[in-house]
Structure formats: structure tokens, C-alpha cells
């Protein structure tokens, strides 16, 4: 076989997968979105803007999503670095691989069961409870934007733990002899090697956490009881019970061009950050 | 030649009294890894401005030995002392030496200007830019790399890292530069010519180098001491001359260049004169070094180029020379030289290396024919019969049975 036909043969699964049930799918949305709603909810073939004109009356959803998405991966960003780094650092080899196992544990129970135990616990009889024995009273957590990124953070952080700990730990340790040996001390040496050689592990990370986090409806959903929901609620409400789905495709449409923007975005800028990198690595 | 053993100089604030002229020091320095013992009581005093080889098998403790004195290692006893002062628990950051590390480890996120740059610009306080230029562009032409500043570390030859390496340690003019086996990457020739290069620069520079190295011909070549090791312990230490003329055992003779040994009894001695009887009878004499008992097991070591080989049986030579007759049973060339694998009934099988000059003279000799093989005395040293191969876990006082 000639490697030409070879190589097409290797991509022909993943090229037929992404064409019907990822171009397919858009293109067929992109054209909704130009539609307009039917008597009875669906969709009625015609050409008008009239969806996008309407995209501000979502605005909250948008501003949430905008909003929380990139907070929501900056605190999972913070709190995964020191575990990622003491895992791949500081662990005793021996535990290493225990410790890891122990990060991705809570993967084993479904989200929804898992995002239930937060609803208990961040809900009237769990830490708000406590705190009015404390003396503070009326202490809301449950359905605020404070419950989103509880979950968000907590769903999210293996994802980021672990790109972080496999850049830390292909780091050349003799790299940090080399730097103390040239009179840098231990928190310097940090700063100037291991952070600059970790960034590819920390785009990867945050690249993934963010896009997720975009498309996010579950756990808005269920901790921020329809009071903080993102887009992807929005979707859910108007492609299953208003049956808008022209307006729908319209915010659909919005959501993936965001999408596509803040990322290119974001990939130049780390590029800018670590083209001295060889092996940067963006998944 | 310097000494090692001299007598201390004046105590210091520390109350230890630096060796007069040395930049660094083992005092009794042991390093202990579990049960492993890497460095066994070590005491060597360094002096300004010397070229000091470690050299020794696999394993023998050299390394250990270097990252005592860069400080990524601390002696479980003893002490290690820099410019007079014991720094047994100062961090590698502050202490005044550099390393150039076996495989490099330049930094890959930064080019090869802000590799050099590194060390400067951890100083406190920090030197200005234009300092650091300045300096960076001065060593980047003394290690032959002028204007390669801008380059990527992957866009540089391994020759070409190895410079950078030696640079990035240069810039800060240590008092102690230390390279653990800077050449083993390089090939042959490009090994030789950094080689050459590498001495050149320490003679030009005055700095202090430590070479960290198991391949005997570097350390001979470009030291001024070699620091023979076997088992975490010091066997010799010496001119290159003096570890290759004046073995002190049978494995510096077996480790520093190539040598034929013969083992026997001390059978008599007499002012520096000892005489070996062989397994087979067969009595040889040759000048001894160390205290031997009579009856004791040794080696008689002699070089394959200090042997002569005639095709008549050579004429009266001087008293004590050796001649034996022996039949040829391998020949090599190997460019400088010829190699003969001879034998003989009562010694069995050695080696004879005849320079080219000889060989075009006398006729080179074929595979089955008979030879006379000969050596003056001096040429042989009777030698402490110490193992060759491994290391012995506990001492050095087993002898060699075969
Ligand atoms: N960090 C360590 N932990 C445990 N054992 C060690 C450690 N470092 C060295 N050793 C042991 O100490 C001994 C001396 O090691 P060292 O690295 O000094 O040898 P070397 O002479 O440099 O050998 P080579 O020529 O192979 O580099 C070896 O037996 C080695 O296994
Ligand atoms: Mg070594």
C-alpha cells in the first residue's frame, strides 16, 4: 500500500466521526439558526437574523458563563499547581502512584450523585447549619454563585491536576542541581525553571478545564437551582421546553464563535509565553 | 611535586587550619547511601590553580566525591573544607564553585546567551545588563562561540552544548571549577580536541578544575594530579608520570595504561632489588615499591612497550635484564604501534608493543615464529598483588588467587 493511502485509511474513522457527528451537527444548527420558530415549537425553514437580534434577551447566561468559566478555572488552576507539584515533586515515589489514584477517586460515582452530596452539603442543613450554631446566621450557600464554583472546582480538578503533574514530572531534576549550582536559591530555582517548564502542562490543563467549562450544564443546573446557569442551561431550556429551536441554534451558534475566539486567543498568548519550548505541547 | 601530606598551617576563625595553597580539602570525608559506602575516608587537599583528575572504575565513589565538594552531597563523617572554611552544610547556592554536569542540563527554556547569563544574574546584588553582556559575549568567545547567543539549545551540536555548559560555569570565575565526565557524550576526536581545548583554557584562565573521568588516556593527558580510586577509597595520588612509572599496586599499574603482570614469590631483595620466583620456576627481578615480606605472593608488572623483541638472542646486557625466548602468536597493528601477543613456556602469554620505527628495522615478526623478548630491570616493579576487576567490598589486603 502507498503511505499516501495509508495514512488516509489511518484517519478515515476519526475523519468520519467528525464529519457526521461534529460538522454535520453544525452545519445543520448553523442553518437553524438563521430559521424561525414554528406554531408549535421545532423549526420553520427561512432566512432572517431576527435569532441574533434577539441574543442580548440571554444575556445573563452569557455573562455567567464568561464570567464564571474563566474564575472557575483560575481557582482550579491554584489549588491543582501545589497538589500536582507535591505529588510529582515531593511524594515519596513509593506513594505516588496511590496518591494519584487517590485524586481521580471521586470519578468512580456519577456527577449527578456526586453534585446531590454537595446540594445537602452546601444546602440549609449542611455548613449553613453549622455556621448558625456559630452564631451566623442566615448564611445562603446553595443556588449562589459561590455553590457553581464549589462544584466546578471540585468536578474539575483532575483534569487540571493531572497535564500539571505530568510536566512536573518529566522535568529533568539535574536542570535544579544545575540552577542551585549557579546560586539560585530553592524558591528562585522554582520560579525560574520549574515554572517556565511547567506551562505547557498548565495550558493543557486549563485549556481543557475552560473549554468544559463553556459547554457546562450539570452543575449549574443542580447547585445553582436556576438562579446562576450558563449557556448551556439556556440550551437545555430552549431546546426542550420552549422548543425555540431556531433561537436556540442562534445562542448555540454564539457560544461555539465565543469558544472559538477566547481560545485562539488564549493559544497565541501561550505560545507568545512558551515558544521557547520545543515540545509545547497544546493537546 | 607537591605533596599531599604537609604540614597544617595556621587554624583559621573555624579552628581548622587549612593545608597552605589549597583552595579545597577532604577531611576523613565518608558518604554513606544506606549500606553502600560511595566515599571511604577520604583526605586530599586541592591546590590553586591545579588540573585534579578523579579517575577509577564504574562506581568507585568519583562522582560522590565531586557533589561533596558542589554540595548536593553531605558527608555522613568528616569534613570538606573550601577556602579554608568547613562547608559541610553550605547549600550548592553559596558556595564559590561551578559544575559542568555529564549531560549538560542547560536549561531548555532559555537560549544559550540566557544559559550563560543564569549564574550572573542570580548575584545579589544583581549586575546591570550591560555587565552581563559584556561578560556573557567575553566567554561565549572564549569558548570558541562568539554570536551564538540567540540560538535555541536544541539548535547546538553536543560539541557545541558542551561549550555552553563549560561557559555558563566560566562566567562566574569559580574558584573551583568542577566537571563530572564532560566529555563522555563527545565522540573520539571531537573528545580530543575539547580535551585539548579544556587544558588550554585552565592554564589560560588560573581557575582550579576537578575532572571527574574513567577513561585513563583523559585523565594522563590533562592532568596535573590524577586521584586514583577503587571501592570509595584513594589507591594513589600523583603526576600522571608517577601513577604510570610508580604504581603503587597492581591495579594502578592494571587501571592507568596497559601492563603485563606475572605473579610469583618474593624470593629475595636487596636495595630496592627484588627477586620473583614464577609459578613455573622461572626467576625475575625488578625494582620494588612498598614493603614486601619473602614467601609474599606479587605481581611483577611490565609495560608492553618497555619490552624489546629480536629475532637473535640479544647480546650481554646489563645486570638483572630479562631475556626469554618466545614464539609469536598474534600480531595487531594499531597505527602508532604493533601489537604482539607472545608466549612463553614458563611465563605464558603477554603482550609486546613494538613502535613503527622498530618494526621497519627488525622486520615485523609472523604469527608462529620464535622471537627473543627482553627488558631491562628497571623496566619490571614488583607490585602488591591487589585485585584487578571489582573493588573488594571490606579493605584491600585480600590477595588475587588463581
Ligand atoms: N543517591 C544515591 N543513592 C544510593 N546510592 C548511591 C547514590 N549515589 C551514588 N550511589 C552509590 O554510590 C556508589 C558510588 O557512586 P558514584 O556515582 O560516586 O560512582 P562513580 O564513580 O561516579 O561512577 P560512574 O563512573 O559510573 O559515574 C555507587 O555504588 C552508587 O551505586
Ligand atoms: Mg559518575
Partial sequence: MRPQARNWLLLAPAGAWFLFMLVLPLVVVLVFSFGERGPAGGYVPAFTLEQYLNLPARWTAFKNTLTLAPVGTMLALLIAYPLAYFLAVRANPKWRMMLLILVIV????????????????????????????????????????????????????????????????????RLLEASADLGSPPWRSFMQVTLPLSIPGVATGCMLVFILLMGEFLIPAMLGGGKVFFVGNALVDLFLQSRNWAYGSAVAVALVAIMLLTVSLYMRFVRRFSDARDDVSLM | MRQTKQNPGQLNSMGYAPIPG?????????????????????????????????????????????????????P?????????????????????????????????????????????????????????????????????????????????????????????????????????????????????EMQIELQTLQRQLGITFVLVTHDQEEALSMSDRICLMRGGRIVQIGSPRSLYDEPASRYVADFVGKSNF?????????????????RSGMLLSGRTV??????????????PEQCLLSQSEPGEAAAGATRIKVRIRNRIFLGEHTEYLVESGGMGEFLVHVSRQADAMSGAFEAGEEAWASWPREAAIVLENDATSEPPKKGNEHVEEK
Avoid at chain 1, 131 to 160: C, D, K, Q, W
Avoid at chain 2, 63 to 69: G, K, Q
Avoid at chain 2, 262 to 278: P, Q
Wanted: proline fraction near 6%; charged fraction near 20%; hydrophobic fraction near 45%.
Fill in chain 1, 106 to 173: 471521586p470519578f468512580w460515582t456519577s456527577i449527578l450523585i456526586r453534585s446531590y452530596a454537595w446540594i445537602f452539603i452546601l444546602g440549609g442543613r449542611g455548613i449553613p447549619s453549622l455556621l448558625a450554631m456559630v452564631g451566623l446566621e442566615n448564611v445562603r450557600l446553595i443556588n449562589t454563585p459561590f455553590a457553581v464554583l464549589t462544584g466546578i472546582i471540585y468536578g474539575y480538578l483532575p483534569l487540571m491536576v493531572f497535564p500539571i503533574y505530568v510536566s512536573l514530572e518529566r522535568l529533568d531534576k
Fill in chain 2, 76 to 192: 555522613s563523617r568528616g569534613d570538606v573544607l573550601i577556602d579554608g572554611d568547613r562547608v559541610n552544610d553550605m547549600p550548592p547556592h553559596r558556595r564559590p564553585v561551578n559544575m559542568v554536569f555529564q549531560h549538560y542540563a542547560l536549561f531548555p527554556h532559555l537560549n544559550v546567551f540566557d544559559n550563560i547569563a543564569y549564574g550572573l544574574r542570580q548575584r545579589r546584588p544583581r549586575p546591570g545588563a550591560s555587565e552581563i553582556a559584556t561578560k556573557v559575549e567575553r566567554t561565549l568567545e572564549t569558548v570558541r562561540l562568539p554570536g551564538y547567543g540567540k540560538r535555541r539549545i536544541w539548535e547546538m551540536s553536543g560539541g557545541q552544548q558542551q561549550r555552553v555548559a563549560l561557559a555558563r560555569a566560566l562566567v562566574n570565575e569559580p574558584k573551583l571549577l568542577l566537571l563530572d565526565e564532560p566529555m563522555a557524550a563527545l565522540d573520539r576526536k571531537l573528545r580530543r
Fill in chain 2, 22 to 74: 589549597s583552595i579545597a580539602e577532604f577531611r576523613g570525608a565518608t558518604k554513606l547511601f544506606g549500606e553502600v559506602v560511595a566515599a571511604d575516608h577520604i583526605d586530599l587537599a586541592i591546590f590553586k590553580g591545579e588540573f585534579l583528575s578523579f579517575l577509577g572504575p564504574s562506581g568507585c565513589g568519583k562522582t560522590t566525591a565531586l557533589r561533596m565538594l558542589a554540595g548536593f552531597e553531605t
Fill in chain 2, 290 to 303: 612498598g614493603d614486601f615480606a619473602e614467601g609474599q605472593t606479587v605481581a611483577v608488572s611490565i609495560r
Fill in chain 2, 262 to 278: 606475572f605473579e610469583g614469590r618474593l624470593s629475595g631483595r636487596s636495595a630496592g632489588i627484588g627477586s620473583v620466583e614464577t
